[in-house]
């Protein structure tokens, strides 16, 4: 697989609830943390308001807009910011529409639909940081994929068809990929693992780390790999990615290594062998620096007691 396919393995995330708005009127809502997970989220006809907690100023949302919230933030999204905001299991509950559309105050002026993931990987906060707390994606002609996949969905939530949760499912899932490569174009200057995979050379870097963790590798092979110097490598690397090739090759193998021991029954040992790691101390004292705690004390607090 490729790496930001590889990352969203470890989170795994799962699609909890979509859901579509169709509202009119003065109206404001209020949603709460969804704590360890993702939102995704488009509209598909008028405006609106979104802010969200972390995020010094709102935006404007207009027809064809998607936004992605990757911390869970509480947010408020509204048809005027100073409109009093409804908590949202209230407008929902008292709101009926057809299928997975809820319409509010007769509905007609702006269409939402959006997506709710909860993250079951034990990485996720580690594997989330690097993300802000809200991706504004503007409607370009470029993001046509990522239009066609909100289309598909409401097609789906009008049509509530035997089968719609899990086409549905696979729709947000898509949705979620698609905004994340639209994030990673639109922001080519960005530090850090998932910006660094817009760089040609780092990327195929990374993807090679990803591909082989438990190769053998050194700095001098990652270059020979993208075609560049050692030096001039190494130092592209920490610049793009914030780490050296070293320390971002051991970081890998470590949330390799936290998947497994969360995961498997495998023991210790046979993880570090599987990682590249000649001895099981050795993969320890690399571990423990990385993660805060032993191989051991880890697997146990993911509730797994066979390693």
């Known amino acids: 697989m490729d790496p930001l396919s590889d990352v969203l393995g470890l989170l795994k995330p799962r699609s909890y609830m979509s859901a579509g708005v169709d509202i009119a009127g003065p109206w404001a809502i209020q949603f709460s943390r969804i704590g360890k ?16 907690e972390g995020v010094d100023n709102p935006v404007h949302l207009q027809t064809g807009d998607c936004f992605l919230l990757p911390h869970g933030n509480p ?12 908590a949202a299991a209230d407008v929902f509950a008292t709101n009926t529409g057809y299928g997975h559309i809820r319409t509010v105050n007769g509905g007609g002026e702006c269409l939402v639909v959006s997506s709710r993931f909860m ?3 034990s990485q996720a906060d580690l594997l989330l940081s690097l993300l802000p707390p809200l991706v504004h994606i503007h409607d370009h002609g470029e993001t046509v994929a990522l239009r066609h996949s909100v289309e598909r969905m409401m097609e789906e939530m009008r049509k509530n ?7 549905l499912q696979n729709l947000a899932h898509t949705m979620l990929i698609q905004a994340l490569r639209q994030h990673l174009d639109k922001t080519p200057d960005g530090t850090g693992w998932f910006f660094a995979l817009a760089d040609k050379q780092i990327g195929a870097a990374i993807g090679a780390i990803h591909n082989a963790p438990a190769h053998p590798w050194t700095v001098e092979a990652l270059a020979s790999h993208t ?5 001039a490598f190494a130092a592209k690397f920490k610049e793009r990615v914030g780490k050296s090739p070293m320390a971002y090759l051991t970081r890998w193998r470590m949330l390799l290594a936290g998947e497994r021991l969360g995961t498997s029954r495998d023991p210790v040992s046979v993880i570090a062998l599987a990682l590249g790691y000649e001895s099981e101390s ?3 004292t690399a571990f423990k620096r990385e993660m805060g705690c032993s191989p051991r004390q880890y697997s146990q607090l993911q509730g797994n007691t066979a390693a």
């Open 282 to 284: 050795a993969f320890s």
């Open 227 to 231: 075609g560049m110097s050692r030096s």
């Open 37 to 52: 997970g993702i939102k995704t989220g488009a509209i598909v006809s008028g405006e609106c308001w979104l802010s969200v």
């Open 75 to 86: 947010f408020f999204m509204g048809s005027d910011m100073d409109v009093p905001p409804v």
């Open 119 to 121: 993250l079951d990987g």
């Open 161 to 167: 068809e035997p089968g719609s949760t899990l086409v």
